[in-house]
């Protein structure tokens, strides 16, 4: 079994934001990556067999660039000694604008090519509201400098809206600063008050009327800036798509390293325990085992966050069956997926109720 797609997870933070669900820890990386790096190392030697035509790989978390220096860069050696690699991998690392300097950027550009980076909000009061302690302005101009002159060229931000107190002109104001700065990527979510997260107790609840509203102005304004949405929360031309992303969302298999991370060999998906003292003492991952006709289901539904869904014989290329479920003509019917000379895509409508076309289709 092959692997195209590798997913390493990170799990260190500077600090915890209010609102994040991820496995992370705001533990010393210094104290603790050590340990960390020698059994990703392990795993990767462990599954260098599977490791021989990787497409993509992720640095998720977390927050990748706190670690330090010597770590990173045993860590890229290590997978560029068990990894084999297609033509053009697509290499991406999540980063926090405060941690970004010329030598950290300087070291990641030496196997790294696609940076991704959490802003959330260029303003401060709309970050506070939601625990949001880094990311500055300043820091995020500095940081996409310095991967610039490092020579990366795919960087991408993510930004959060419907966030306590947000106008849609203050969302308005972060889209237009985004696109004032020289990225090929953006992603905007919005927020989800998840159980678990201090932000959770605020009892806040986003507008969902203002929340579609944002949804619409962040489609018509970064599709007059070359970037267009492709995927639910995501915005590019179309040689600046994540590609793992992508490959996820179309049902190719993945491996996930790290405490929390998922991966998925084309049949069943398991997870590594969210713990990282667990993970290291050798907890065993959870598998999510569901019957066949669900998990095609699952996999059909990924693919239609994209604008583009299913090519004529994707879905049956990705997974040996056919697309033909029941209950597609009805999804048609409501106006939320065109089927057309074999393709099958949601319209407009249908992304913004991608949830209800889940219900739908997995029922
Ligand atoms: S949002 Fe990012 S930086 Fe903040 S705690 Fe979560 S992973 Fe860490």
Known sequence: MQYPNLYIHVPFCLRKC?????????????KYAGAWLDKISQQLMRDTQKLQNLKTVYFGGGTPSILPLPILKQLFKTIQTHCNFDQFPEISM???????????AETVAGFVNRISMGVQSFKPTLREAVGRHTGSPD??????????????????????????GETLADFQADLDHAVSLPIRHLSCYSIIPEEGTPFYQTGYEPDDELSADMWELAGDILARHNMPRYEIS?????EFRAKHNWNIWHGEPYLGLGPSAAS???????????????WLTGTPPEVDKIDRATRLREIFLMGLRTVEGWAPGEFEKATGASADFPVLPTL??????????GA????????????????????
């Open 18 to 30: 209010n609102y994040c669900a991820f496995y992370s820890v705001s533990a010393d990386p210094e």
């Open 94 to 104: 999540e980063a926090n604008p405060e941690t970004v300097t010329p030598e950290l």
């Open 139 to 164: 820091m995020v101009e500095n940081a996409v400098k310095y991967w610039k002159m490092a020579g990366i060229d795919n960087i991408g931000l993510d930004l959060l809206y419907a966030l306590p």
């Open 234 to 238: 995501n915005y590019a031309a179309p």
């Open 264 to 278: 998925f060999d084309g049949t069943d998906r398991w997870t590594e325990v969210p713990s990282l003292e667990k």
């Open 332 to 341: 048609v019917n409501q106006g939320w997926l065109i089927k057309k000379d």
């Open 344 to 363: 099958i895509r949601p319209t407009e409508k249908g992304l913004n109720f991608w949830n209800e076309i889940g219900v739908d289709l997995l029922d």
